[in-house]
């Protein structure tokens, strides 16, 4: 079992910046692909960016250029850094690990929310 927990929640001003760490528990995140989620007011959940267990990213378009995900699996913790943050960033954020194989599995974070003001 995997408990993820993100913070970093909170108000934003529109141009600045915001790291959102998803630190988790009871297993070494190593293994797991990983992925940031958000889910704007009135919205569908969408992902915002991807990463393997190998490093690989891959981002949504409205995150290309700004957001950027890590891992350090030392710390196992995965990281989403965004930057030139707008309003239409506002949303839940939630982490989500994937483990692919025999023994698939897969978690979600409760989510973080933080507004981003004009």
């Known amino acids: 079992q995997v408990h993820l927990v993100e913070s970093g929640g909170g108000l934003v001003q529109a141009g600045g910046s915001l790291r959102l760490p998803c630190t988790a528990s009871?297993?070494?995140?190593?293994?797991?692909?990983m992925a940031w989620y958000r889910q704007a007011p009135g919205k569908q959940r969408e992902a915002v960016a991807i990463?393997?267990?190998?490093?690989?990213?891959n981002y949504a378009d409205s995150g290309k250029s700004r957001f950027t995900i890590s891992r350090d699996n030392a710390k196992n913790t995965v990281y989403l850094q965004m930057n030139s943050m707008n309003p239409e960033d506002t949303a839940i954020y939630s982490c989500?690990?994937?483990?692919?194989?025999?023994?698939?599995?897969?978690?979600w974070g409760q989510g973080t929310q933080f507004t981003v003001s004009s």
């Open positions: 990463i393997t267990s190998g490093g690989s990213t």
């Open positions: 009871g297993s070494a995140l190593r293994n797991y692909a």
């Open positions: 989500y690990a994937r483990l692919c194989g025999l023994n698939a599995r897969e978690y």
